[in-house]
């Protein structure tokens, strides 16, 4: 399997209560000396209409948001799938969701 790509969403096991689920992933490239981890936003059906969740209508998803709250770094082992690719306006409403959570002011 090749390695995640930032931007791309894949099927990702996140464990027994989390479920198999599609994700985002947000990490950038690993360098060989780092730890085989990536970082995802996970995607989900179940809307609660928090300002964190960010809608992105894709082909290959069905009708939700990726849930910026509920950021999660997990061993690359547990990416099962590539599904598509957002596009980079996409990405960055994503990122933008994961920087407000975070309380991290991208626009100064």
């Known amino acids: 399997m090749r390695p995640p790509r930032r931007g791309e969403v894949w099927l990702v096991d996140l464990g027994?209560?989390?479920?198999?689920?599609p994700c985002l992933v947000l990490g950038v490239p690993l360098?060989?000396?780092?730890?085989?981890l990536v970082t995802v936003v996970p995607h989900t059906t179940?809307?609660?209409?928090?300002?964190?969740e960010i809608p992105v209508a894709v082909p290959f998803l069905r009708s939700g948001a990726f849930d910026t709250q509920g950021i999660v770094t997990v061993p690359a082992?547990?990416?099962?799938?590539l599904l598509g690719t957002l596009s980079p306006e996409q990405l960055q409403a994503v990122v933008a969701g994961v920087?407000?959570?975070?309380?991290?002011?991208?626009?100064?």
């Open 16 to 21: 027994l209560a989390a479920k198999i689920r």
């Open 31 to 36: 360098a060989e000396a780092d730890r085989a």
């Open 46 to 52: 179940s809307l609660r209409g928090t300002g964190y």
């Open 77 to 81: 082992v547990r990416l099962m799938r």
């Open 99 to 108: 920087c407000s959570w975070l309380g991290i002011n991208i626009g100064s």
